[in-house]
């Protein structure tokens, strides 16, 4: 395989990243409130909650994405196939990363809540200083298992017509009839994302405070 060609494969692997990681963290913001709001305690809220986590993590991201890129033209919303694409794995991570979420927010020591009130600090104070911190600190694995799921899943936004790197390798490989090297170029480059994903995410994992 020529340099070119596995130079168009680092380009569209960099496109991967960006959508990648824009969804990941779109995703963590709506986990935090989704999270937040299956543990209210206030019924219509936690229904609502469990029904949204429930039908996406019922339904393959495949056909969330199909749905989505469909629907978002017929309700008068025209938008690039990146945003959809975005959007489709955003509300996907977003419910599995709430359920990690969740757990770790239910693991947080009452004790630390309690102090936090006795020193003065509103409900929303507490939340955002003590109960998010502590969360994310507990659930960091999972949520890097999830990132990483989630760039590995990112090779299904081609169906919303994404140039990402699996479609570079398909089109590349439809092109030039050199269908191995391609697609062993395409693996290793993914090999390398995650692998650099985890080792950022232990290295943070190390760094957090309270950390051995």
């Not at 990363?97 to 006795?118: C, H, K, T, W, Y």
Request: charged share 10%; aromatic share 6%; with cysteine.
């Amino acid at each position: 395989m020529s340099t070119k060609l596995f130079w168009l494969l680092v380009q569209a692997s960099v496109h991967t990243v960006v959508i990648s990681i824009v969804s990941i963290v779109i995703g963590l913001i709506l986990a935090i409130l989704i999270s937040a709001c299956l543990l209210s305690g206030k019924r219509w809220l936690v229904k609502l909650s469990r029904i949204y986590v429930s039908f996406f993590r019922g339904v393959p991201l495949l056909v969330q994405l199909l749905l989505i890129y469909n629907l978002l033209p017929v309700i008068g919303i025209n938008v690039p196939s990146v945003v959809a694409a975005i959007a489709g794995l955003a509300l996907c991570t977003s419910a599995y990363q709430a359920e990690n979420l969740r757990g770790g927010f239910e693991s947080v020591p009452v004790g630390l809540i309690e102090s936090a009130d006795m020193a003065g600090l509103s409900p929303r104070q507490t939340f955002r200083r003590i109960r998010v911190p502590l969360a994310i600190r507990m659930t960091l694995p999972a949520l890097i298992n999830e990132a990483i799921l989630i760039l590995k899943s990112s090779s299904l936004i081609s169906v919303v017509g994404v140039v990402e790197l699996t479609r570079m390798a398909q089109d590349l490989s439809a092109s030039t009839f050199q269908p191995l090297p391609i697609f062993a170029a395409a693996g290793l480059l993914y090999l390398i994302i995650n692998w650099v994903v985890a080792l950022l995410g232990r290295v943070v994992e190390r760094t957090l405070p309270g950390q051995a």
